[in-house]
């Protein structure tokens, strides 16, 4: 009895093993396996083939004269130094704009903005929206809105139409980083009889500071890339200008303007400014990153 | 008997608590009042051009600024189709590295590289435009064209989507820059979506002898399908609104016809390409805001489908 038992086991065990569907399973599971590996290397490998392009082409483009030259016509030994210094004041106006603004908001979806208030929900959803929506429609809005009733292009409604896309990501982090401060904190504070603002303002915001710190951080990296939106709002400029309603420069634009461009050291200046965006607003992401281990 | 003595301050506070909370309230008022004018002002901006053709305007494929006629449909059409090519390509990219880096790959090379993959995803959009302007559609046009409509002209359904001029821009090659710009980011989430399913039923399936394709298969799929598809769809609002990345490499010509190795046009693309040469209160400018307004629409919708796959999961 037993040894038949255990003579069918020994042959179950064997058509196991050598049976078509362990087999076809194991199969199976060589090619997902396999798949999956080769689909990682190529994402790997067109990546760093957009590094590489970037680097090889772009180095050889930076100089001193780069950074301190205006642009200028072709072959006039031109740089990027107005779009540099236009992107950093648009930036940082856009950013005087955003920041407040989206703390706030997030501040009060955070803090005011429970289960039943409908108006906070609405607000999210459409901060959410907000995010999402193409950079260029934001361009055209605010060139409705700013450039159109004042008849020219200006470098400050580059720095509105900027504001408009950093606001929803500062709202976002804010209002996650705040939700992460423990209640017991709030009512320790309010036990001590500070007012509502003063806990917010003064524990909450305060435990929460890295954290929204990084979300800022995060809309400067996303503004200094964006192109869509500049296109009809500051417009781009060929000298130092630094009057903020008259047309400015920006990195990108110029970008834009010279890659298409059918002279050499136009081209050359467009992949300098690509490579020195990309450093940008990598050097960021990564200083978030690590300071977010910290 | 008096009670307890009231700070004198007590007032004051109370009267900034309400400055504060008006404060915050009226911040939050102007976040929607900026999305409310950007959607109103498009309407508006867009009512002319919906009057003068009616529904016309969206079966309509011509797009004429001489004859001041205009017709929705080849950019919508080349919207679509890029989103559509970028969705095919970046999806198995995606879903392959997410799932090569959360359980295969050893924990250090998977840091190093997930690391990698989400920085990129943060990388500005024209840098993708200008990679594909220099290096994919050159190897368009002198390799894959030639290549293909040497061998599929005559095919039977290929051919007609295959052939073209070897210029190396169109709808295809826009799909690749797209993809390749989205597949880092919907991999970035895919693998935080992945890592949210409970080890212990991961380890359970491993226990039953399950090999790692069945675990994937039968237990990560289907408790991360809604956060999965929500990733696509996020990537995929990327991809409808995304103007630099496509403007240097779809050629830019407002056409309608089969082939994907034709040069044409998107809704992005080409408000800002004509954008600059409308003068106010044109019909041009007009249908320009009403294309605008369908890509607020679309992009909109794919979000409001993110959100409920989202909310149904949690």
Redesign the interface.
């Known amino acids: 009895m037993s040894e038949t038992a255990q003579q069918m086991a020994r042959a179950a065990k064997q058509r196991w093993h050598q049976g078509g569907r362990a087999r076809r399973?194991?199969i199976?599971?060589r090619?997902?396996?396999g798949?999956?590996?080769?689909?990682?290397t190529?994402?790997?490998l067109?990546?760093l083939?957009?590094l590489w392009?970037?680097l090889s082409?772009g180095l050889a483009g930076i100089s001193w004269a780069t950074i301190t030259h205006s642009m200028g016509p072709p072959g006039s030994g031109g740089g990027l130094g107005n779009a540099i210094l236009g992107s950093i004041i648009q930036t940082g106006l856009a950013l005087a704009m955003a920041a407040?603004?989206g703390l706030?908001?997030g501040?009060?979806?955070s803090?005011?903005?429970g289960k039943h208030n409908h108006?906070?929900s609405?607000?999210r959803?459409?901060?959410?929206?907000?995010m999402?929506?193409?950079?260029?429609?934001?361009g055209?809005?605010i060139?409705?809105?700013v450039v159109?009733p004042w008849g020219h292009f200006s470098g400050f409604a580059g720095a509105v139409a900027l504001a408009?896309l950093a606001?929803?990501v500062i709202?976002r982090t804010t209002e996650d980083m705040l939700r992460l401060v423990p209640t017991s904190m709030r009512e320790a504070g309010a036990a001590l009889?500070a007012?509502?603002?003063?806990v917010?303002?003064s524990l909450c915001l305060r435990s929460a500071r890295q954290g929204v710190l990084t979300g800022i951080l995060?809309a400067v990296?996303?503004m200094?890339?964006?192109?869509?939106p500049l296109?009809?709002t500051s417009l781009g400029n060929q000298t130092w200008s630094l009057r903020l309603d008259k047309p400015m420069a920006s990195l990108?634009v110029a970008?834009?303007q010279y890659?298409?461009a059918s002279y050499d050291d136009w081209v050359q200046l467009?992949?300098a400014g690509?490579l020195l965006?990309?450093c940008g607003?990598?050097m960021i992401?990564?200083i978030v990153?690590l300071s977010a281990r910290r | 008997m008096s009670m307890a003595p009231v700070?004198r301050s007590s007032k004051r506070?109370?009267g900034?608590?309400v400055?504060?909370?008006a404060?915050?309230?009226?911040?939050?008022?102007?976040?929607?009042l900026?999305?409310?004018?950007?959607i109103v002002?498009?309407a508006t901006?867009g009512w002319k051009a919906l009057t003068t053709f009616g529904l016309s305007f969206f079966d309509q494929s011509s797009w004429n600024p001489v004859k001041d006629r205009y017709g929705a449909l080849a950019p919508l059409l080349g919207t679509v189709l890029s989103t559509v090519i970028a969705l095919l390509l970046a999806i198995?990219?995606?879903?392959?590295?997410a799932?090569?880096?959360t359980n295969?790959?050893s924990a250090r090379l998977a840091a190093v590289?997930g690391?990698?993959?989400q920085?990129?995803a943060?990388?500005?959009?024209?840098?993708?435009?200008?990679?594909g302007?220099?290096?994919i559609v050159p190897l368009v046009a002198r390799y894959v064209q030639p290549f293909v409509n040497h061998h599929f002209r005559h095919a039977f359904i290929l051919g007609p989507l295959l052939k073209g001029p070897p210029i190396g821009t169109g709808v295809m090659t826009s799909g690749i820059v797209l993809a390749?710009m989205i597949?880092?980011f919907i991999?970035a989430v895919m693998c935080d979506v992945f890592g949210a399913v409970p080890p212990m039923l991961r380890e359970s399936a491993y226990g039953l002898g399950a090999?790692?394709?069945?675990v994937?298969?039968k237990i990560i799929a289907p408790w991360s399908r809604n956060g999965m598809i929500g990733a696509i769809v996020?990537g995929m609002?990327?991809a409808?609104?995304?103007?630099?990345a496509v403007t240097?490499v779809i050629g830019n010509v407002t056409s309608v016809g089969w082939s994907l190795f034709a040069p044409r046009s998107t809704v992005?693309s080409l408000?800002?390409l004509q954008?600059?040469e409308s003068p106010?209160g044109s019909l041009r400018l007009s249908s320009?805001?009403a294309l605008?307004f369908t890509?607020?629409l679309l992009?909109?919708a794919?979000?409001v489908v993110a959100?409920c796959l989202r909310g149904r999961r949690q």
């Open positions: 399973r194991q199976l599971d090619i997902a396996t798949a999956s590996i080769a689909a990682g190529l994402l790997v067109v990546l083939s957009i392009t970037l082409r407040p603004l706030f908001c501040i009060y979806l803090e005011y903005g108006f906070a609405v607000v959803f459409v901060s959410d929206v907000l999402s929506a193409p950079s260029i429609l934001i055209l809005f060139y409705q809105l159109a408009v606001v929803p709202v009889g007012p509502r603002w003063r917010i303002l995060l990296a996303r200094g890339g964006e192109t869509a296109l009809f990108p970008i834009y890659a298409g467009a992949w690509a965006i990309t607003v990598l992401n990564i990153r | 700070p506070q109370l900034l608590d400055l504060f909370h404060l915050f309230w009226a911040s939050a008022l102007l976040v929607l900026i999305l409310g004018g950007l002002l498009m901006g198995p990219l995606a879903f392959g590295t799932f090569w880096l295969i790959a590289i690391t990698a993959v920085l990129l943060a990388v500005p959009s024209i840098i993708f435009g200008m990679w302007f220099f290096t390749v597949a880092p991999t090999t790692r394709w069945e994937m298969r996020l609002g990327r409808l609104g995304e103007t630099m240097f992005a408000i800002a954008f600059p106010a320009l805001m605008g890509l607020m992009s909109c794919s979000l959100r």
